[in-house]
């Protein structure tokens, strides 16, 4: 049995689920984290990779609805440039980035957006849930399709 589709043929025979693999860089530390804690660094990151994307959409599913379209836009605006990093993802930096964007540049009043509103709905988030927005607001800008009229696509796919 050699070639791709006999290992495939052989592993479906075999009861096993042919899952697709992605290929991430991680940092020293994170890989010795892996390996000290699971059998395998592989291991570990098959183990956490899909817990992180589910733990990401249960926190998106939990808050959907609670933004307006306005409120979305100035979220995703205050993302722009931003590299998030795991320090950087709790409520509090959300509200920072999101109110100082708001006072400095005004960009609450360009999607039409009341900041006394977005604050008080930010407010009530937890660290999870905000930690979830800010990796849907940054997405935004690396993903395909950024521009300003996939925006508005962006929003309503929220």
Not at 32 to 55: C, N, Q
Not at 90 to 109: G, K
Request: aromatic content about 10%.
């Amino acid at each position: 049995m050699c070639g791709k589709n006999n290992v495939v043929k052989y592993a479906l025979i075999r009861g096993a689920v042919i899952m697709p693999q992605v290929a991430a860089r991680i940092s020293s530390d994170q890989e010795k984290w892996l390996k000290d804690y699971f059998r395998t660094k592989s291991a570990g990151a098959e183990f956490i990779l899909p817990w992180a994307v589910d733990t990401f959409f249960r926190s998106i599913n939990t808050i959907r609805g609670s933004f307006t379209p306005g409120e979305l836009k100035t979220i995703v605006d205050a993302h722009r440039e931003i590299k998030l990093t795991p320090d950087h993802t709790r409520l509090s930096y959300l509200l920072l980035r999101v109110l100082d964007a708001c006072d400095v540049n005004l960009i609450h009043t360009k999607h039409g957006a009341s900041k006394t509103s977005l604050e008080a709905k930010l407010k009530r988030l937890d660290d999870t849930q905000a930690t979830a927005v800010m990796v849907w607001a940054s997405a935004f800008w690396v993903s395909r399709n950024c521009s300003a009229e996939s925006l508005d696509e962006y929003i309503k796919s929220y």
